[in-house]
């Protein structure tokens, strides 16, 4: 079984994105797809870093447990709401933390919006960061438009039926990904170049 990491990436108070991660993190456990874990940037309530990590001199134990955490991840997701057009500082701030660590890491993107768009303009911006590091972002995409009104709080969606169809979907693809980067990248049968 894989191990999943999904960043909940909302720090605001009265944050709908949150419920998101919750019914991912619900879905994959009760399919029995993957071990997963939330690392919610909200709890962690970093600063904003002055230096990437390789380059600090005294790291907090914060830092070096989250970091931990997304080398030992074999996929992540990113649930990110889109605020202006764009993802939240917090968000930003965690990936520009690292970067060795991004490398090649299987990447599943799921965007969200209170309007009728679904976060495809933050899509955009967030997948051209991530393949600036070298990140493996998955094609699918798990895209909520009018969050607000298709989860409640503890993640459970109001339209169940259509919202599993369309987590399988992107949860196949992410799963896809990590067994195809974990054969060609980590396997000893990899031919050099």
């Known amino acids: ?17 949150h419920s998101v991660a919750l019914y991912l993190q619900k879905y994959l456990v009760e399919n029995e797809l993957a071990a997963v874990e ?3 940037l909200k709890s962690y309530n970093f600063p904003i870093f002055e230096e990437r990590l390789e380059f600090q001199v005294k790291p907090t134990a914060q830092v070096l447990e989250f970091t931990d955490k997304i080398k030992a991840s074999e996929g992540i997701i990113i649930v990110t709401p ?4 764009g993802y939240p500082a917090s968000l930003k701030n965690v990936i520009d933390l690292l970067y060795a660590e991004w490398e090649r890491k299987p ?18 911006f967030l997948q051209f960061v991530l393949w600036k590091i070298k990140a493996f972002t998955i094609p699918a995409t798990f895209q909520i438009a ?20 369309l987590a399988s979907a992107f949860i196949k693809e992410l799963l896809w990904s990590i067994k195809l980067v974990k054969k060609e990248f980590y396997s000893s049968d990899v031919i050099s170049i």
Not at 3 to 17: C, E, N
Not at 107 to 124: D, E, K, M, P, R
């Open 107 to 124: 990447i599943g993107i799921s965007t969200v919006s209170s309007g009728g768009y679904a976060g495809s303009q933050v899509l955009i």
């Open 1 to 17: 079984m894989y191990h999943i990491s999904i960043i909940s990436s909302s720090i605001r108070t009265g944050r709908k994105s």
């Open 38 to 40: 939330i690392l919610d």
């Open 82 to 85: 889109e605020y202006n057009g």
């Open 146 to 165: 009018k969050v607000q009104n298709e989860f409640d709080d503890l993640g459970n969606a109001i339209h169940k039926a259509a919202t599993d169809k």
